[in-house]
C-alpha cells in the first residue's frame, strides 16, 4: 500500500469553526461533467437603470420612492424574513413542537448609486464608505435592547439568488443567536478557556509561517483559503489583532479592511473573467450585551463555482444528508488565487 | 401588541434531529419573485437512449461496457469520491491542520433498465427490487471490516445536481461516521437515554395524533412533513417500529415501505406536474459494530423547488452564515400535499 499524500487521496479534514469534519477527494477533480450548466450573463450594465427598484429615484416594488442618493444607501426591507413587532406569546408546548416567536430587522444596502458597479470595480475609498455603514449599522440596531445579533451579509450574481445586479448587500438583525453563529461562538469560546487566546488569532498566525494557503495580505487583515474550506474557492477575511466586532476597528484599519475585500473580490472576477457569484458575510460578536473575549471578527465568502463560468458545485445528496465534500484541494485553490492579479480584467491600466 | 400566529409572525423552531433552530417567516411568502429560474425540461425520454453511460448494453465513460441488465444494476462509481486502497498515514499534524485518510466504495445503484422512468413512475413491486438491493449493499458493504457508515441516497433532477436522467441512486459507504448522521446520532442517543425509547417513535406517535403534518400513512410507515423541515416541501419517511436499519425489514415491510415512496414521489410530481427535483437520503445506523438501540430508521427528501418548477428556493447568504430559512410553513406544505391525488399526472386512469 502506497503512503498518503494529501494531493491525490481522499481524506477527511477536521474544521474547528463548526468542530465538524469535510470530505476531500482530490483524484476527483477531473471527472466529466454533463450536468446543469449556469448561465453567464455579461451584458454591459447603465448607470442607472429606470426598472431596478435600487436606484437612486425610483419606485420601489411596495410604492416607496428610493430618494435621490449618492454612495451608500439603507433601508428596511420591503419583504423582510422578520418583524419588529413585539407579539404576545404564551409557552404551552410539547417536547417536540418547540417555537418562539423571533423579532426583528432586516435592511437593504445599496453599495453605490451607479447601478453597473460590483464591488471590485469600486475604489478603496468607496468601498470604505460601505464598511463605515456596516459599522454604524451594527452599532445603531446592536443598540436595540432586544436585537442580540447582527448579520452582515451580501448575495451576488442570480446563482447566488441574487434578484437584482445592483450592488447591494443585507442585515438581518435579530433577538436570537443563529444556529451557525452559536456553534462558531461555543467553539471560540472553548478553545479561548483553554488556551487563553483567539482560536483564530492563533490559527492565522501558524497560516502566516506557512503561507501555502494565504491568498492576500496587507498590514491589517490576512485573506485565506481555510484549511477546512468546503467551497471549491471558498475563503476567509480575518483581521490580525483579534478585533471581536467591526466597532473596534479604526479607520485606517477599515480601509485595510476595505483594500483586502477590494483585492480578493478583483482576484475572484479575473479567475473566470466573469462577475464571480459568492455569499459573503461577517461573523463578529453578538450584541447580546454579554462580554465575548472569544470573538474574532472575520468575513466569509462562499463561491459556488467550481471549473469554469459555468460549472458549479452541487451540495446535494451526500453533501445534504451526511457531509460537505470537495474535490479540489484548498491548497490547489489557494495557489490559483495567488497568481490571480488585483488588477481587474475589465479596466483599462 | 397582537397575540402570536404560527401562520402570520417569524418565529424560530426547535430541531431535535439536530439539535439546531431555524428561521420561519410565514409572512415573506408572498414576496415577488425577479430572480433566477430554472430550466423544465419535460421532454419524452427514450426507452433505451444510446448515449446514456447509464443504460443496458452500454460504454461507460471508463471504456468498461454495462451488462445487458434487466431491473436493478449496481456497479463501482466510475469517479468515486472515496478509494478503497488502504493509505500508510503517519499522524504528525498540528492543532489546526487535523487531516487522515478515509477509505471507502461508491456505488451507483440503476433502479430499471428503463432509461425514460422515474421512482413514481415504477410499480411498487419494482421499487420494491430497489429497496431489496438497497437492503442488499448495505448489508456487504456493511459487513467490510473497514466501513462504518453506507449512505444511500438519489439526486433526482439536473437542479440537483444529478448529470442523467436515467433513475438512479448512489452508495458512499465508508471509513467514518459523516457528520451530519454523527450528530443526528448523539440526538438520538441523548434522548434514548433519558426516556428509554426512540426519539423518532415518540415523534411520529405525537404527529398521528396532531395529524397536521402527516402526508401519508400506511401499515408500516409514515411520510410527514417534519415540524422543523427547511425545505418548502420537505418531508422524512418514517418506519412506525424502531427499526435501526434496513435489514430488519421483512419482505412485507419493504412493499409497504416501496408503495409510500411510489406515493409520495406521485405527489410530488402532481405538485407542479413535472418530474419533482430533489435529494433523498436514508439515515439508518452505522455499520461500526456497535450497538445501536437509539438509531430508527428515517428517510428525508429535500427538494428545492418553492413557488412553481421554475422558482427554487435559495439557501444562501443567510441561511450559510446564519441559519436555515423557510417562508411558507410546514403546515401549510403538508396541507397542500394531502390534498395532491396518488395517481400520477402522467398516468392515463
Ligand atoms: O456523483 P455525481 O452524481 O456526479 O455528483 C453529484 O452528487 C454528489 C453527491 O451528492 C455531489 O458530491 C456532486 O457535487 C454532485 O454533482
Ligand atoms: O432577500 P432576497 O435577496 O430576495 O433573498 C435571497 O437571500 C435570502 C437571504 O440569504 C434568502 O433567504 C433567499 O432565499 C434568497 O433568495
Redesign the interface.
Known amino acids: 500500500?502506497?503512503?498518503?499524500n494529501?494531493k491525490k487521496?481522499?481524506?477527511?479534514?477536521?474544521n474547528?469553526l463548526l468542530d465538524?469534519?469535510?470530505?476531500v477527494?482530490p483524484?476527483?477533480a477531473n471527472?466529466?461533467?454533463?450536468?446543469?450548466t449556469e448561465k453567464v450573463a455579461e451584458e454591459k450594465l447603465p448607470a442607472h437603470d429606470p426598472n431596478c427598484y435600487l436606484c437612486s429615484g425610483n419606485l420601489r416594488?411596495n410604492g416607496e420612492r428610493n430618494p435621490v442618493y449618492k454612495g451608500v444607501y439603507v433601508f428596511d426591507n420591503?419583504?423582510?424574513?422578520?418583524?419588529k413587532?413585539?407579539?404576545?406569546?404564551?409557552e404551552e408546548q410539547?417536547?417536540?413542537?418547540?417555537?418562539?416567536?423571533?423579532?426583528?430587522i432586516n435592511r437593504v444596502i445599496c453599495f453605490s448609486e451607479n447601478h453597473s458597479l460590483t464591488l471590485p470595480e469600486m475604489e478603496a475609498d468607496d468601498i470604505k464608505k460601505v464598511v463605515d455603514v456596516w459599522q454604524e449599522q451594527y452599532e445603531e440596531l446592536g443598540s436595540e435592547d432586544y436585537i442580540s445579533?447582527v448579520?452582515i451579509?451580501?448575495?451576488r450574481g442570480?446563482?447566488?439568488?441574487?434578484?437584482?445586479p445592483h450592488p447591494h448587500g443585507?442585515i438581518?438583525a435579530q433577538a436570537?443567536i443563529?444556529?451557525?453563529?452559536l456553534k462558531t461562538q461555543e467553539n471560540m469560546k472553548k478553545y479561548y478557556e483553554k488556551n487563553g487566546s483567539s482560536l483564530l488569532e492563533?490559527?492565522i498566525k501558524?497560516?502566516l509561517e506557512v503561507k501555502e494557503r494565504i491568498v492576500l495580505e496587507n498590514e491589517d487583515f490576512v485573506a485565506l483559503v481555510p484549511?477546512w474550506a468546503i467551497w471549491p474557492y471558498e475563503t476567509m477575511v480575518v483581521s490580525k489583532r483579534k478585533a471581536e466586532n467591526i466597532l473596534q476597528f479604526s479607520d485606517a484599519e477599515k480601509l485595510s479592511f476595505s483594500k483586502i475585500l477590494k483585492d480578493l473580490t478583483t482576484k475572484y472576477d479575473n479567475l473566470f473573467e466573469i462577475s464571480f457569484p459568492y455569499?459573503a458575510?461577517i461573523?463578529q460578536s453578538p450584541t447580546d450585551g454579554k462580554p465575548h473575549p472569544e470573538w474574532h471578527f472575520h468575513m466569509?465568502f462562499?463561491p459556488p463555482l467550481l471549473r469554469n463560468a459555468e460549472v458549479k458545485k452541487?451540495m446535494?445528496?451526500?453533501e445534504?444528508?451526511?457531509?460537505?465534500?470537495r474535490?479540489i484541494t484548498p491548497e490547489q485553490s489557494a495557489e490559483i488565487l495567488q497568481n490571480l492579479s488585483v488588477v481587474h480584467y475589465k479596466s483599462d491600466k
Chains 1, 2 share one sequence.
Not at 9 to 14: A, D, E, L, M, V
Not at 20 to 23: G, K, M, Y
Not at 85 to 90: G, L, N, T, V
Open positions: 500500500n502506497s503512503s498518503f494529501q487521496h481522499p481524506h477527511r479534514r477536521y474547528p465538524e469534519w469535510i470530505l477527494s483524484q476527483r471527472r466529466p461533467w454533463q450536468g446543469q416594488v420591503d419583504f423582510g424574513s422578520l418583524m413587532d413585539d407579539i404576545e406569546f404564551s410539547s417536547d417536540f413542537f418547540t417555537l418562539k416567536p423571533e423579532r426583528g445579533h448579520q451579509f451580501e448575495n442570480s446563482v447566488m439568488g441574487c434578484s437584482n443585507q438581518w436570537s443563529p444556529s451557525t453563529v492563533d490559527y501558524k497560516e484549511f455569499s458575510g461573523h466569509h462562499y452541487f446535494v445528496g451526500y445534504m444528508l451526511a457531509e460537505p465534500q474535490d
